[in-house]
């Protein structure tokens, strides 16, 4: 069993310089102040020190209206147990007026317990070198530009978070609280993280391999008002069959011609838009079900999979793992 803390509070330094995303930093700075909270209702020390950290000390504006007041500059002595770079929506801006926190990166990366970047910061860490050879993420807008410009790194444009030994890299915004949250249930436990999460009306859990996109957004996003109601439908309909004739029957067109403006009103194929679906459905099923134990067939079967082993082979092609293994990530720890 995880001890809640037993030590001094972890030291934690949020990274940022002027033009950053406010809710990057606010977004874990607020997961560990209530992880706090609930250590102190308990009747137990804080497990966290959390400082504003940056190149120079005073207030720092972000990209909002919003500053935040840095009260220590990052140095390559007193180094933190965990530092937190946020990013920036102009990260190549950022890359050159701030040299000095690649340097700060190469030189802390190998020292420091966990360093993570949340979405476009994770080219602080691709320009220090650090991630070479490893497998990061960032905010799937930019990641065709980081797997460009950073050959060496195996990009994953679409997980939540990725971890690679110290090194942590996040997707977009709100993906640094999911990222948070997975430092306090290590640090905490479960049952502490599931407490901060529930005070921020979040999901405990979405594990890093979970894809960045959702298929209700996706479906938002589309402009023509009869492929919307049809991916509405799809949502609806996930346990039945669904050959992409009758879809295209439902919506009044040709074959062809709906799969045509299926893909370039939505982005993808209408089969990985319901497959993607699938997917997402058997997640919040075995969320739902974690203590349940609800058989992983009855779910396939649900979520409109041709067998257990279907889905199986899917889950392994998109998340990495199989729905044993997912839910077994969502269960309390013991």
Do not use: K, P, W
């Given at each position: 069993m995880k001890s809640e803390t037993t030590h001094l509070p972890r030291t934690v330094d949020i990274v940022i310089y002027p033009g950053f995303k406010s809710l990057e930093a606010i977004g874990p700075m607020?997961?560990?102040?209530?992880?706090?909270?609930?250590?102190?209702r308990r009747g137990k020390p804080p497990c966290y020190d959390v400082k504003i950290a940056s190149v120079q000390m005073g207030p720092i504006r972000?990209?909002?209206?919003?500053s935040l007041e840095a009260s220590k500059v990052i140095n390559p002595i007193a180094l933190p147990d965990d530092a937190i770079v946020v990013g920036s929506r102009h990260i190549n801006d950022a890359l050159i007026a701030h040299p000095g926190i690649v340097d700060w990166i190469s030189t802390v990366a190998p020292k420091i317990n966990r360093l993570a970047a949340l979405c476009s910061g994770t080219f602080f860490l691709a320009q220090a070198g650090v991630l070479d050879g490893k497998k990061a993420t960032t905010h799937w807008s930019v990641a065709d530009q980081l797997q460009h410009d950073y050959p060496a790194i195996r990009v994953d444009a679409d997980?939540?978070?990725i971890r690679s030994g110290n090194l942590w890299t996040s997707a977009g915004v709100t993906a640094g609280i999911d990222l948070a949250l997975a430092f306090v249930e290590a640090d905490c436990g479960h049952a502490l993280a599931l407490e901060v999460a529930s005070d921020m009306v979040v999901y405990l859990k979405r594990p890093g391999g979970q894809s960045q996109f959702s298929t209700h957004l996706l479906s938002q996003k589309t402009a023509q008002t009869n492929i919307r109601q049809l991916q509405e439908w799809i949502l609806a309909n996930l346990h039945q069959r669904l050959p992409v004739s009758q879809l295209a029957s439902m919506a009044g067109m040709s074959l062809r011609n709906f799969s045509r403006l299926f893909q370039q009103e939505v982005g993808v194929t209408t089969l990985e838009f319901i497959e993607a679906a699938r997917v997402e459905f058997a997640c919040q099923l075995l969320a739902n079900n974690a203590e349940a134990k609800v058989p992983v067939k009855t779910i396939a079967?649900?979520?409109?999979?041709?067998?257990d082993d279907q889905m199986r082979r899917i889950f392994q092609k998109r998340l990495s793992c199989s729905p044993g293994d997912y839910r077994t990530r969502?269960?309390?720890a013991e």
């Open positions: 607020s997961v560990f102040e209530y992880a706090n909270i609930h250590l102190q972000s990209d909002t209206l919003m997980a939540i978070f079967r649900r979520c409109g999979f041709s067998s969502l269960r309390t």
